[in-house]
T-cell receptor, first 114, second 114 residues
């Protein structure tokens, strides 16, 4: 079962608009990460937010984390055609072997039209 | 700046054939991972290697074996391929433990088993 689940599954917006996607998870986490994947390519790390943080910014990206609701959101402001990609949340969870694991959701597919 | 390099990029196998996916990273990372990506399923961890000389099972290890040849290289072997192993395989590496830091991904290996 997936720890993180993104919503919506797909999002279509026009250039200049903001794109917001959400991630909900089930168990306590150490951190939550967002990755981007362009079609046919590997995943690229965007931002990491720790469980004791509530908000983080990186360029046009804004991530929030609400541990009481077990949810996170990723906001891309002033979107560009180049932002067209799939976006994945990944939750960092401690496990009994102390190594831990990073669990990925199924992703939100974002299409930005010029 | 090669990062994480995977070979081959594409492969078609017949049921029962074997093959090895190769992965190398040049970032001096300690940990390396193999994930598979299937539509609607996100990424699932097959095996990981916390450091040179160690390997451990992930979420979906059945039908796979791995070798951490040295600090740079981590290979994934399918001994007897099955159609259920048709997927896109990603190798990743990271500085720290399984959940504490960002991962760097290769471009993927697209495997079809007929």
């Amino acid at each position: 079962s997936q720890q993180g689940e993104e919503d919506p599954q797909a999002l279509s917006i026009q250039e200049g608009e903001n794109a917001t996607m959400n991630c909900s998870y089930k168990t306590s986490i150490n951190n939550l990460q967002w990755y981007r994947q362009n079609s046919g390519r590997g995943l690229v790390h965007l931002i990491l937010i720790r469980s004791n943080e509530r908000e983080k910014h990186s360029g046009r990206l804004r991530v929030t984390l609400d541990t009481s609701k077990k949810s996170s959101s990723l906001l891309i402001t002033a979107s560009r055609a180049a932002d067209t990609a799939s976006y994945f949340c990944a939750t960092g969870v401690m496990t009994t072997d102390s190594w831990g694991k990073l669990q990925f959701g199924a992703g939100t597919q974002v299409v930005v039209t010029p | 700046n090669a990062g994480v390099t995977q070979t081959p990029k594409f492969q078609v196998l017949k049921t029962g054939q074997s093959m090895t996916l190769q992965c190398a990273q040049d970032m001096n990372h300690n940990s390396m991972y193999w994930y598979r990506q299937d539509p609607g399923m996100g990424l699932r961890l097959i095996y990981y290697s916390a450091s040179e000389g160690t390997t451990d099972k992930g979420e979906v290890p059945n039908g796979y074996n791995v070798s951490r040849l040295n600090k740079r290289e981590f290979s994934l072997r399918l001994e007897s391929a099955a159609p259920s192993q048709t997927s896109v395989y990603f190798c990743a590496s990271g500085w720290t433990g399984g959940f504490t830091g960002e991962l760097f991904f290769g471009e993927g290996s697209r495997l079809t088993v007929l």
